[in-house]
Structure formats: C-alpha cells, structure tokens
C-alpha cells in the first residue's frame, strides 16, 4: 500500500526533489518481482542479511523475517532530517511533504 501511493503520487515526489528507496529482506529476484508486478518507479534495496534493519531501527535481529514500516528522510550530506518510527501508509506520503513544506 505504501509502495503503490508513492508510484501513484510520483510527480509530488518528484517536484519536491525527493528519491525514493525502498528496502527489504527479500532478494534480489523477489524485489525485482515485486516491484515490476506493482510498476514502482523507484528502486528496491535488498537487505537479506538486515544489517541495515539493524542500523536504521527495522528489525531487533538478523532473525527477524519482516522489517518494521519505518522510513527516514535523508538529506544531500547522508544526515537524518526527519525520522519515522511509524508510518501510516495511506497518509505518510502527505505527511512528509508537509514536514518538508514541499
């Protein structure tokens, strides 16, 4: 649902000059899978071994089978500006343009 509001409210996404990233635990193969069924226009990261679950607060362990639905926005210079711990995926879209008064 998150995915597929971000691919149908591309054009916000992009006049706010925002790039999109997606993770998951899935591989390659399932995340190619996944992203042509539902026509993401942006690109899908694998974390399989969820080191960068573990980094960025989406998992407790490298056992865990899902990622929690979080997100971050990360500016220019690779700092955090804005953190998510959780995210409602039929408004976050709307909420983080209106954080970033985009």
């Avoid at 916000?12 to 591989?27: E, N, Q």
């Avoid at 362990?61 to 971050?72: L, Q, T, V």
């Amino acid at each position: 649902m998150q995915g597929c509001a971000l691919r149908d409210q591309a054009n916000a996404v992009d006049a706010a000059g925002i790039t999109v990233l997606g993770v998951s635990f899935d591989s390659v193969e399932d995340n190619r899978a996944f992203a042509e069924k539902f026509d993401f226009p942006y690109r899908l990261l694998c974390d399989t071994d969820r080191s960068l679950g573990l980094a960025y607060g989406a998992a407790r362990s490298a056992d865990e089978g899902y990622a929690k639905r979080i997100s971050y926005v990360i500016g220019e210079d690779g700092k955090i500006l804005l953190a998510y711990p959780k995210v409602d995926p039929k408004t976050h879209l709307e909420q983080i343009l209106g954080d970033l008064g985009a």
